[in-house]
């Protein structure tokens, strides 16, 4: 399993001669990769005062290897894996003792990312008064180590309805604002007892305006809410997040920037994320 995220880089490499979903956001929209083709994003975020309840610890976070690819598997549903190559943490605090053991040497660690693996549907194209109508539903892979800790290493499944709605739509142009909004449900398995899951809402509602031909200003609070009436079980915490930022369009490439700003107890205090989106064309049609 730990050489999954090595396999996963390789193929890729391979197809960024082929951008994922609306980076910087990490709210999903509803739109489908088009059949055949594939896509892919790769970024970098700088998160300060990060925090990782189950460990202990806290610090900046650098993530290096933010990967989202997905392909278009038929008309109305593409395949998507996401996940880091790498997180480094500056610890800062550690709790002592910690509830798990740690591996660490030194005031720094670092490991893998969760990898997930998820399916998007298209169930529902948008009309002129009602929004496009989606679901998507995935796992999360236990790639990282907890002795690391970074990671929680437990498999999680979500799976949520997706929303979208599209306005001032001119041919060659986006749309002038688009808007799209995720809401669901993640069971979290609880690292430290047995046999017991937090499920936890998720949530995220998102909007890209476009300010010309090239640039876009995208915005976002995303996140998961603890449902249970008490503390939720460490590693299953309640986070959410703000992000604002740009979309610039350069030849074929999309690159990107934002803001990021924490919202709950345990979330990371500030970030900044920057990316790059590629999108291929259909191989299907091109091999024709």
């Known amino acids: 399993m730990k050489r999954l995220p090595i396999f996963l880089l390789i193929i890729l490499c391979f197809v960024l001669s082929a951008a994922a979903q609306q980076r910087p956001l990490i709210t999903e929209d509803v739109d489908i990769t088009p059949e055949g083709s594939f896509q ?18 806290k610090g900046d976070l650098t993530r290096v290897g933010v990967l989202h690819g997905r392909i278009g598997f038929a008309p109305n549903v593409e395949i998507q894996i996401e996940g880091t ?48 109508v989606g679901f998507k539903f995935g796992v999360q892979l236990p790639n990282s180590n907890q002795a690391s800790g970074i990671g929680t290493n437990q498999v999680n499944a979500f799976g949520k309805v997706l929303l979208q709605k599209k306005f001032g739509k001119r041919p060659g142009y986006d749309p002038r604002l688009n808007v799209f909004g995720n809401l669901g449900i993640g069971i979290l398995t609880a690292p430290l007892e047995r046999f017991t899951q937090n499920d936890v809402l998720l949530y995220g509602a998102a909007g890209i305006f ?46 990107d920037t934002a803001a990021i700003f924490g919202l709950t107890r345990y979330s990371p205090r500030t970030g900044v994320t920057f990316g790059v989106t590629y999108q291929s064309p259909n191989v299907f049609t091109t091999a024709k």
Not at 224 to 231: A, E, K, L, M, P
């Open 40 to 57: 892919i994003s790769a970024g970098v975020d700088f998160l300060q005062n990060a925090k990782f309840p189950l460990s202990g610890l």
């Open 85 to 132: 190559i790498q997180n480094y943490l500056a610890i800062n605090s550690a709790q002592m003792p910690s509830t798990i053991p740690l591996a660490i040497n030194g005031n720094s660690t670092n490991d893998t990312g969760d990898f997930t693996l998820s399916t998007k549907i298209k169930l529902r194209n948008e009309t002129e008064n009602l929004p496009a």
């Open 210 to 255: 476009r300010l010309n031909k090239r640039i876009n200003i995208a915005s976002e609070i995303n996140g998961r809410h603890n449902t249970r009436s008490g503390d939720a079980p460490l590693g299953t915490e309640s986070i959410s997040e703000f992000r604002i930022g740009t979309q610039v369009k350069a030849s074929k490439l999309r690159f």
